[in-house]
């Protein structure tokens, strides 16, 4: 049986970005499963365990901010990487100075997330779950974590607290609409050339529940 944890996250600025949108940065109205599951990794990760991201509430009212920031144009590829490792040198640096650019960023301000995952074993586990879900709740209520949780981009830190069973908490915001397709994770299925999985998201009274990776699509 998997193990449910439920954590609160919150941030002045997030960019979930929509995939579709290749030149201008452009969120999503609401935390995307992947970028949820992503805070929970980011506190316990290990292979022998995987989390199932099943609902996101939205604390706080959808608001919205323009920013326009200096980006670098290019990136350095895997095979400029992977030669230079086989040669034992190469150039890989970029100038920022002569590579840079203005992009705009469509964002979302003041988010707050109720986020509950389930913590799942692997078949590479030979533990037992009460392991890792202790290691969990220790970590999550101590607020250790193996890297610092983001909202989308790494540049957006996020806050996080364990939200534990007996506590009450707010209700989500009263808000109930369609948020269209949404991406749900990547299938990596084929390791060298993962693929988006979508689902039609719904906002119903402030809360998004996620379907099974195996009802979505590509």
Not at 53 to 70: A, D, K
Not at 194 to 205: C, I, N, V
């Amino acid at each position: 049986m998997p193990s449910r944890f439920c954590l609160e996250v919150a941030g002045p600025l997030a960019c979930f970005t929509r995939p579709e949108m290749k030149v201008e940065r452009v969120s999503y109205e609401v935390m995307t499963p992947s970028a949820a599951r992503a805070v929970f990794e980011s506190i316990l990760w290990k292979p022998q365990i995987r989390w199932r991201v099943q609902c996101i509430e939205v604390l706080r009212p959808i608001r919205w901010m323009n920013l326009r920031r200096n980006e670098v144009k290019s990136k350095v590829l895997m095979p400029s990487v992977v030669r230079a490792m086989q040669s034992g040198s190469g150039q890989l640096g970029i100038d920022i100075e002569d590579d840079h650019t203005q992009r705009a960023s469509l964002l979302l301000r003041d988010v707050a997330y109720r986020i509950h995952a389930d913590l799942e074993l692997t078949e590479r586990s030979t533990d037992p779950l009460i392991k890792y879900a202790e290691m969990f709740a220790r970590r999550a209520r101590k607020g250790q974590c193996v890297n610092q949780p983001y909202l989308g981009c790494r540049e957006f830190a996020a806050e996080f607290v364990l939200v534990e069973s007996d506590t009450p908490q707010p209700p989500p915001i009263d808000e109930t609409r369609s948020l269209g397709w949404m991406l749900h994770d990547l299938d990596f299925s084929n390791p060298s050339d993962p693929q988006p999985r979508f689902f039609d998201a719904k906002l119903e009274s402030g809360r998004v529940q996620v379907p099974a990776f195996s009802e979505t699509r590509g």
